[in-house]
């Protein structure tokens, strides 16, 4: 069956792979399944055709046949769940994998998200220039914690799971703001992650469309 995914028109990133769309397009090139795209625009993601299939009017959908899923977690759940390469067989390892990408979302996203935003949206504010580093510091107390746990190891939980996924494309945001190189070890992490065959070609085809004339 067919799996088709939704993704910007034209990424405000300009292609350097922050939108969403990386990280599920990446999962797909791990385990080997061909997918389409439907390219949106920010005026479509908010018109009924697009609301039936995202409630809350963004990108990602994941279709595939009568389904049709958003959120990042559960579409990257459902493709690792579905076809091998992205999750342990052990019961306990997979729990504990499945348990690295509720943590990359629910844990380590919302403070970069919540910095991203802060210098986006917030930087005219009055309030801004001291707001700023408290931010900063909420960022920095998880990941301090991740990479101790991280250690000196490859990976989150021996191989590479859907959870390193997860974990590194949500690293991945922090690039713009140069928090990540305070981390030496979790932006070596980063990279390792880059460095997969299967990430390089998601990159290369969202990037494709972010370039694209016209
Ligand atoms: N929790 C949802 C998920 O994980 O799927 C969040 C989905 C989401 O926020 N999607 C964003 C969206 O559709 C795109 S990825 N936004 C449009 C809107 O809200 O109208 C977020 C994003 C946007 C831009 C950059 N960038 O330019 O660096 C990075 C990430």
């Known amino acids: 069956m067919t799996i088709t995914i939704t993704a910007f028109e034209r990424s405000p990133d300009r292609g350097m792979g922050l939108a969403r769309d990386t990280r599920v397009r ?30 809350f009017g963004k990108i990602p959908t ?11 977690g559960s579409i990257i759940l459902h ?5 091998p390469g992205l ?29 991203a935003n802060a210098k986006l949206l917030e930087s005219d504010k009055p309030w801004s220039k001291e707001r700023l580093p408290l931010v900063a510091d909420r960022v920095r107390g ?3 914690q991740l990479s101790a746990r991280l ?3 490859d990976w989150l939980e021996g191989a590479f799971s859907a959870g390193d996924l997860m974990m590194v494309h949500v690293l991945q945001r922090l690039k713009p703001s140069g928090l990540l190189n305070e981390f030496p070890s979790l932006a070596a992490y980063v990279a390792r992650g ?9 990159f290369a085809a969202q990037l494709e469309v972010n370039t694209r004339k016209g």
């Open 26 to 55: 990446w999962a797909l090139e791990e385990v080997g399944q061909p997918y389409e795209v439907r390219l949106v625009s920010f005026a479509a993601m908010k018109e009924p055709a697009h609301l039936k299939l995202h409630p």
């Open 62 to 72: 994941y279709e595939e046949g009568d389904l049709v899923l958003f959120e990042t």
């Open 79 to 83: 493709i690792a769940e579905h076809h």
């Open 87 to 115: 999750l342990p067989n052990d019961a306990n390892a997979r729990a504990r994998a499945i348990t690295w990408m509720f943590a990359a979302l629910n844990t380590v996203e919302p403070p970069i998200l919540e910095l």
């Open 142 to 144: 998880p990941l301090k």
């Open 151 to 153: 250690g000196e190891a």
């Open 194 to 202: 880059e460095a997969r065959p299967a990430y390089k070609r998601a």
